[in-house]
C-alpha cells in the first residue's frame, strides 16, 4: 500500500504529461514544429548524445582497461584519482573551461575567416562550440564509465582475461575479443548513466548556446509563457529517454555475468617497455589533467585573482541552504527507499517489483520535465479539489515541494545499493527472527537495519553529492532565501558574470563531491573485504 | 551507527532542518522582493533602506519568467509584496497575468514621470537603460551607423553580433520594430539581420562587446550599463574591452534610441502592502537616483539630469517615445518572429 502511494508520487506528474498530450496542440506548438525548431532540438540533443556518449566511454574504458592491466607508477594514486572529475558539476566544468573559449577559439575563428571567408568562420563556430562542449561533458562524466567498465574488468571478465593471456594472446587481443565483450553489461550500464546526465543537463548546454531539448523545454515554458509547448516538449524527451533504455536494456540482453567472489584477481603486470610504462602514465596524468586539475586550476585563478575578499557571512548561507536541503532531502528518500525496499522483500511478487521500477523511473527524467510535470500536477490537483493555493502554498513556498522533486528525481541512486544490500540478506534471518516472535518491522530495525548499514551510508553519499549539484530543479521550486551552493554558483557565474565571486561556491561543490567520491571509494574496498 | 541512537539523531537534525527552511510567519516590519536584478550594488541599497526604515528585506532572485510563473503558481499565499524586473515587458506580463495591483502615492506619483510607470500604477520605473550600437573604433566611423534597420543591408554582411532571442532585451527592441513597421516588416529585419551575423547568437550582451573587440565582428547590439561594467570591472582584460569600443545611439534622426526600463510592481497578494510602497518610494527617490549611475552604470529616470562622468561621455541623445506597455504588449509577436527568422 505504502509503496503503491510513493509509485503515484511519481507516476501523476507523468500522468499528467501525457494526458496533456491528448490534448489538441497549442498555437505555439505549431510554430515551433512548422518552423524546424523542434528539428534543431532534436538534432542538438542527438548529437550531444552520440558525442559525448563516444567520448565518454572511450575514455572510461580506456582509463579503466590501463588501470586494471598494467602496473606502473602512480597506479594506485590514478586508481582512485580518476574518479574525481564526477565531482565537478558540469555547469562549473563549462564555466572553467570559458578560457578555451577566448584564448584558443576566437584566434582561430580569425586564421579561418582570413583564409576561408566569413562564412566557413560561421560554421567552424559552430562546430566548436559543439566540439567543446562534448569534451567538457565527457571529461566530467567519463567517470561513470570508468567505474562500471573496472567492476566489469575486475570482477566479471578478469579470470577470463587471465585464461586468455595465459593462451598466449596480447592485452590488446584479450582486451577486444575477452574483456570488453564480458564487461559489456557494465559498460552500457555506465554509459547509460552518462546519456542522462546529458539529457539533464542545462547549465552547460546554456553557455555554449546549444539547443537541445531541455533548453527547448525551458525556452517554451518561460519565453512562450506557453506550458502546452513545453510539456509537449517534455514528452519528446521522455521518448529519447525511454528509447535510450530499451537500448540499453537490449543491449545487455539476457546476459547474467556473475561475479567472481573470492580472489579477487590482480591482473596487472609491468609493460615490457619503458615506452609501455610511461604511456600507461602518460595516458592517466593526461586524462586527469584535463578532467580535473586545469578545471579546478582555473577555478582557483579566478578565485585567487578575482575576490577582493572573501565575504564568509555571505558565503555561508548558501551553505547552509546545500546542507540542510540535502540533509531533509536525503533522509526523506532514504526513509522512502527502505520503505519501499523491504516492502519489495516482505510481499515478493511482479506487481511489487513493477511499482519498485516506476519509483526509480524518476531518474532517468530530466529535471525541466520533472519540474514541469509537478508543476502542472499541484496545479491541476488544487483545481481539481478546489485547494485553491493551499497545495501550491505547500508547494513552493516551503521546501516541501522541492524535497518531493529531489524524491521523484533521485530515488533510484538510494533504492538500488539498497535493493542490492537486502537481496544480500539471507531470507533464512527473516524467518529466523519471525520464528523468534518479532513482527515484520521490528525485524526490519533489529536486522536489516543493522546489516544495511554499509549500502545505507554510500546510498546517503551518492544522494548527497548528487543533491548538493542539482541545479534546473532546486532553481525553480527553491524557496525564498534559501539558495544552494548550485544555484549561487550558477547565479553568479551566469547571470552576473561575476566568475571570480562564483568561482569560491563551485569550488566548495567540488571539494564536497572530491569528499564524497572518497569516502565512498572506502566503502567499496571495505565492503568487498568483508 | 547503532539503531537505538540513529532515531533520535534523525529526528533532531529533521527538527533543526526543519525550523531553517519553515517560513518564518509573522515575524514584524518585512518585505519580500521577487527581483529579476542580479546586482551586489542593489544589496546595499536594500541594507540601506533597511537602516532608513527599519523594515527587513527579503529577496528571492531569480529569473522574471521564473518569479512570475512562482506567483502565478503561489496565488493568494505568495509571500511576495514586490515583482521587480529589468525589464517593461515582463512588468505588462506581469500586469496582464493579474499578479499586481494599483499602488501609488504622493511621492511616487512626484517621482516617476508619467511614460515610466503603468496608466494605472500596477508598476513604477526605477531605471532606464538604451540598447545601442557598440562599434569598433579601429574598424568603424560612427558616421557609417544610423539605425537599427540599417543593419539589415548588405554592407554589414558578417560584421554584427547580438545575443541570443530568448532573452528579453531583445525581444523588446524587437517589439518596439514591430510597433514602428509592422510584423512583416520586422521579420524581413529580422531576417536579414541574423544573415548579417558574424556567428550565430551565443552568450551575453557583454560576450558580444568582447566579440568585437576581439576582431569578430564590428557592430554588436548590447545594453549602455554593460560599456560601464566592463570600463570599471577589476579584471584588466574587461577594461581593455572597454577602450576598444564606441556607444552609438540609432535612429536619432527618427524615433530616437530604444530605451527600456528596470521597474517594480507590488504584488496582488502582498501581505506588506504599506512596506512595498515605502520600497519603491526609496528606490525612485533621489538617494538611490543618484547611486545608479555610479554603481550599476543605469540611466535614471530623468535621463539627462544625471552628473555621472561615464554616462555624459556618451552623449545626450533622443529616446524612442514609444509606451513602454507597447514592449509588453508586442512581446509575443517578437518571439514570434525570432522563432521564424530562426535568431536562435
Not at chain 2, 200 to 209: A, K, M, V
Request: net charge positive.
Amino acid at each position: 500500500m505504502g509503496t503503491a502511494l510513493i509509485a503515484l508520487l511519481i507516476a501523476v506528474p507523468l500522468a499528467v504529461v501525457v494526458a496533456t498530450l491528448f490534448d489538441s496542440p497549442s498555437e505555439a506548438w505549431r510554430e515551433v514544429v512548422g518552423y524546424g525548431v523542434l528539428g534543431s532540438y532534436v538534432k542538438g540533443t542527438m548529437i550531444m548524445l552520440l558525442g559525448t556518449g563516444l567520448l565518454a566511454a572511450a575514455f572510461g574504458i580506456g582509463a579503466a582497461w590501463v588501470v586494471t592491466v598494467w602496473e606502473f607508477p602512480g597506479r594506485k594514486f590514478f586508481s582512485l584519482a580518476l574518479m574525481f572529475p564526477m565531482a565537478i558539476p558540469t555547469y562549473v566544468a563549462a564555466y572553467a573551461y570559458d578560457f578555451a573559449k577566448h584564448e584558443l577559439r576566437d584566434p582561430m575563428m580569425l586564421w579561418v575567416r582570413e583564409n576561408f571567408g566569413a562564412g566557413a568562420m560561421m560554421d567552424a563556430n559552430i562546430v566548436f562550440n559543439h566540439a567543446l562542449a562534448i569534451s567538457v561533458l565527457a571529461l566530467v562524466l567519463y567517470p561513470y564509465v570508468y567505474i562500471a567498465a573496472r567492476i566489469g574488468f575486475a570482477e566479471i571478465s578478469g579470470a577470463y582475461i587471465e585464461n586468455s593471456r595465459l593462451l598466449g594472446r596480447s592485452l590488446w587481443r584479450s582486451l577486444f575479443s575477452v574483456g570488453l565483450p564480458l564487461a559489456r553489461p557494465a559498460i552500457i550500464g555506465g554509459l547509460l548513466l552518462v546519456l542522462l546526465e546529458v539529457m539533464n543537463e542545462y547549465g552547460a548546454m546554456l553557455h555554449y548556446g546549444i539547443e537541445t531539448l531541455t533548453i527547448g523545454i525551458f525556452n517554451q515554458w518561460y519565453d512562450w509563457e506557453d506550458t502546452d509547448s513545453a510539456i509537449r516538449l517534455a514528452g519528446v524527451a521522455m521518448l529519447v529517454v525511454f528509447a535510450i533504455i530499451i537500448a540499453e536494456m537490449l543491449m545487455r540482453g539476457r546476459s547474467r555475468f556473475h561475479a567472481h567472489h573470492g580472489l579477487r584477481r590482480n591482473l596487472a603486470e609491468k609493460p615490457k617497455t619503458v615506452l609501455g610504462t610511461s604511456m600507461a602514465s602518460g595516458f592517466c596524468f593526461i586524462l586527469f589533467f584535463f578532467a580535473f586539475l586545469l578545471p579546478v586550476w582555473k577555478l582557483l585563478e579566478l578565485a585567487l585573482h578575482g575576490v577582493e575578499k572573501v565575504e564568509v557571512g555571505e558565503l555561508m548561507r548558501p551553505v547552509l541552504g546545500s546542507l540542510s536541503m540535502a540533509l531533509l532531502a536525503g533522509l526523506v528518500i532514504l526513509v522512502a527507499a527502505l520503505f519501499l525496499a523491504y516492502a519489495a522483500r516482505i510481499f515478493p511478487g511482479v506487481t511489487m517489483r513493477l511499482l519498485s521500477k516506476m519509483c526509480m523511473l524518476g531518474y532517468a527524467l530530466p529535471g525541466a520535465v520533472v519540474v514541469i510535470a509537478m508543476l502542472s500536477a499541484a496545479a491541476f490537483i488544487s483545481g481539481a479539489v478546489a485547494a485553491d493555493s493551499l497545495t501550491t502554498i505547500l508547494f513552493t513556498a516551503t521546501p516541501i515541494g522541492l524535497v518531493m522533486a529531489y524524491a521523484v528525481r533521485f530515488m533510484t541512486p538510494a533504492l538500488a545499493p539498497l535493493e542490492a544490500g537486502m537481496t544480500n540478506i539471507r531470507r533464512s534471518m527473516d524467518e529466523a527472527s519471525r520464528i523468534l516472535g518479532r513482527s515484520s518491522w521490528g525485524s526490519f530495525f533489529r536486522i536489516h537495519l543493522p546489516l544495511l548499514s554499509l549500502p545505507l551510508l554510500g546510498a546517503l553519499i551518492v544522494l548527497f553529492v548528487d543533491i548538493l549539484k542539482e541545479l534546473p530543479l532546486t532553481l525553480v521550486l527553491s524557496p525564498p532565501n534559501v539558495e544552494t551552493l548550485a544555484t549561487r554558483t550558477f547565479g553568479l557565474m551566469h547571470k552576473e558574470e561575476r566568475l571570480a565571486e562564483g568561482s569560491l561556491p563551485a569550488l566548495i561543490l567540488v571539494l564536497s563531491g572530491c569528499v564524497g567520491v572518497i569516502i565512498l571509494h572506502r566503502l567499496i574496498r571495505r565492503s568487498r573485504q568483508s | 551507527m547503532n539503531a537505538l541512537f540513529r532515531m533520535p539523531f534523525i529526528a533532531s537534525l529533521l527538527a533543526i532542518t526543519g525550523c531553517f527552511l519553515l517560513p518564518k510567519a509573522g515575524i514584524a516590519n518585512e518585505v519580500t522582493v521577487y527581483s529579476h536584478r542580479h546586482y551586489e550594488a542593489d544589496d546595499a541599497l536594500y541594507a540601506k533602506f533597511t537602516k532608513q526604515t527599519g523594515i527587513k528585506v527579503n529577496i528571492v532572485k531569480a529569473s522574471a519568467d521564473a518569479l512570475l510563473e512562482r506567483i502565478k503558481a503561489e496565488g493568494k499565499n505568495s509571500p511576495a509584496d514586490v515583482l521587480i524586473t529589468a525589464d517593461a515587458g515582463r512588468l505588462v506580463r506581469a500586469r496582464n497575468a493579474g499578479v499586481l495591483q494599483p499602488a501609488t502615492s504622493t511621492k511616487l506619483a512626484a517621482q516617476v514621470p508619467q511614460n515610466m510607470r503603468d496608466a494605472d500604477n500596477h508598476w513604477h520605473a526605477f531605471t532606464v537603460r538604451a540598447r545601442v550600437l557598440i562599434y569598433s573604433k579601429a574598424r568603424v566611423k560612427p558616421s557609417e551607423l544610423v539605425s537599427y534597420e540599417d543593419l539589415a543591408k548588405a554592407r554589414w554582411k558578417g560584421r554584427i553580433v547580438a545575443r541570443s532571442s530568448t532573452n528579453i532585451y531583445n525581444q523588446s527592441l524587437l517589439a518596439s520594430i514591430v510597433a514602428e513597421a509592422g510584423m512583416e516588416k520586422a521579420t524581413v529585419w529580422a531576417t536579414a539581420v541574423r544573415a548579417n551575423m558574424a556567428r550565430s547568437p551565443e552568450g551575453s550582451d557583454r560576450d558580444q562587446i568582447r566579440a568585437v573587440a576581439a576582431g569578430i565582428a564590428d557592430v554588436a547590439i548590447a545594453n549602455t550599463y554593460y560599456v560601464g561594467l566592463l570600463a570599471n570591472s577589476p579584471n584588466p582584460k574587461d577594461r581593455e574591452v572597454a577602450s576598444k569600443i564606441g556607444v552609438f545611439f540609432p535612429n536619432q534622426n527618427g524615433r530616437g534610441a530604444h530605451i527600456n526600463i528596470s521597474g517594480g510592481g507590488v504584488v496582488k497578494s502582498a501581505p506588506n502592502r504599506n512596506n512595498a510602497i515605502r520600497l519603491l518610494e526609496f528606490l525612485t527617490g533621489p538617494e538611490a537616483q543618484g547611486g545608479f549611475p555610479e554603481t550599476t552604470y543605469e540611466y535614471p529616470l530623468d535621463i539627462s539630469g544625471t552628473q555621472s562622468e561615464l554616462l555624459k561621455s556618451w552623449g545626450e541623445f533622443k529616446a524612442d517615445k514609444l509606451s513602454l506597455q507597447t514592449l509588453g504588449e508586442k512581446n509575443a509577436d517578437a518571439v514570434k518572429i525570432f522563432a521564424r527568422a530562426r535568431w536562435k
